[in-house]
């Protein structure tokens, strides 16, 4: 049986820019969802080996996938995923979308413009909500919201980690566009300090990822699972904190990640707005309260 456990970064849940599977989720379905992470940890480490050539790259995913589709000895990593899909009744269709996305950092090095870039975080980032609200049987009714928000997730660690894509893997997720707009190239974003031209290319799309989170915002108050929507409320405000902080910052020179303790302080925001506002929803679902009869 193959393993992509030659590919391995080392890298784990505790050290994504976002919370993965916290205390927040119920603890039976914590297992599940970092099985899904696994998954996508050993594909996303394939994807950026530094030294592994592109044919070996798409070999590796290619047994994921084969794995995960149920043949027996192609892939640790897919039957173990397999597996637990079959116990969760969750379709398969969230993994291999992932897959697609690791795929195209295979062999796709730069986005045309924004509608490129959305495709792209279509399969890379979407899927991972939609996974999630799946295993706690949500409506898919929140999938628009689920796909603002992930989409703005990963645009944010795009934008954070422009610079580091760039230099260690040539990797550009910035649109060309934005660049050709600015007036600049791409090889502006291996200096040690971002122009101002760059500045302002980053900081516009900081501003369409605010938009994104704009259409996110009531996604925690379409769910029906308390935990679920205390962590979606969380991860929100965390990512209207960055793309703040994108707007002023400059992620070649300067700090955007959180501390430990902005993260928690943040948390706690998030987390309690989203108590409140479920709180005051059920006041007014209550009999006699804005006029209702018993």
Known sequence: MTSAVTFA????????????ASWLIKPALRA?????YRFARAADDVADHATAGVEEKLAQLGRMEAGLLGETGASLEGEALREVLREHAVTDQHALDL???FRRDVTKRRYADW???MDYCRYSASPVGRFVLDVHGESRTTWPANDALCSALQVINHLQDCAEDYRALDRVYIPLDAFAAAGIGVEALGEKRASPALRAAIAGL?????DLLARS????????DRRLALEVGVIQTLAESLVARLLRRDPLSERVHHH????LALAVRGGLGVAAGRLRRAAGRQP?????QG
């Open 99 to 101: 897959l697609e996305a």
């Open 217 to 224: 915002r009531a996604f925690a108050g379409q769910i029906a």
């Open 260 to 263: 430990p303790v902005e993260m």
């Open 206 to 210: 900081a501003q369409r990822t605010s």
């Open 32 to 36: 599940p969802v970092l099985a899904f």
């Open 9 to 20: 970064s080392g890298k784990g849940h505790r050290d994504e820019n976002f919370p993965v």
């Open 288 to 292: 006699g309260l804005h006029g209702s």
């Open 115 to 117: 509608a490129d870039l």
